[in-house]
């Protein structure tokens, strides 16, 4: 037997703020239930996973716009199955760009800590900002 939540039951359960939920309703990423006059919202018990799923999701560089697509993709669907692995293909490429980036700015800033610890050092906060901008541009 399934029972329905407020709300404010929903945001806790699933550990994210009532505009979130209001959000999410807006993004048509959870449906918004009817309210009976001058009543509360009653929200089904999977509105909760539904609503951890997506925090999942974003936790793994998923935007609300792909959350959505992995969401309407239902079981049994032609080409579901193939949609959900292009998806992850593209977020692997994307993560393994953004993992490339990150390493240069690593780089960066060691090359700018090497040149501090040399014994005549930075003099100024010119001379910092010359070394942050030859990084940069040689990045």
């Known amino acids: 037997m399934s029972k329905n939540i407020t709300t ?5 359960l699933a550990g994210v703020n009532i505009e979130t939920i209001r959000y999410y309703e807006r993004r048509k990423l959870i449906d918004e239930p009817p309210r009976p006059y ?8 999977h509105a909760v996973t539904q609503i951890r799923f997506i925090k999942s999701a974003q936790r793994l560089g998923f935007d609300l716009k792909e959350v959505g697509i992995l969401m309407s993709i239902r079981s049994g669907r032609p080409g579901g199955y193939e949609s959900v692995r292009n998806i992850l293909r593209a977020k692997i ?14 780089l960066a800033l060691q090359k700018i800590l090497t040149r501090m610890r040399e014994p005549r050092g930075v003099p100024d ?14 990045a």
Not at 38 to 45: A, K, Q, T, V
């Open 8 to 12: 404010g039951q929903l945001a806790r």
């Open 125 to 138: 906060m010119h001379a910092l900002y010359g070394l942050i901008t030859k990084s940069f541009i040689n």
């Open 38 to 45: 001058g009543g509360y919202r009653y929200y089904p018990e």
């Open 93 to 106: 490429q994307a993560t393994n760009a953004e993992l490339r980036t990150l390493k240069t700015r690593r």
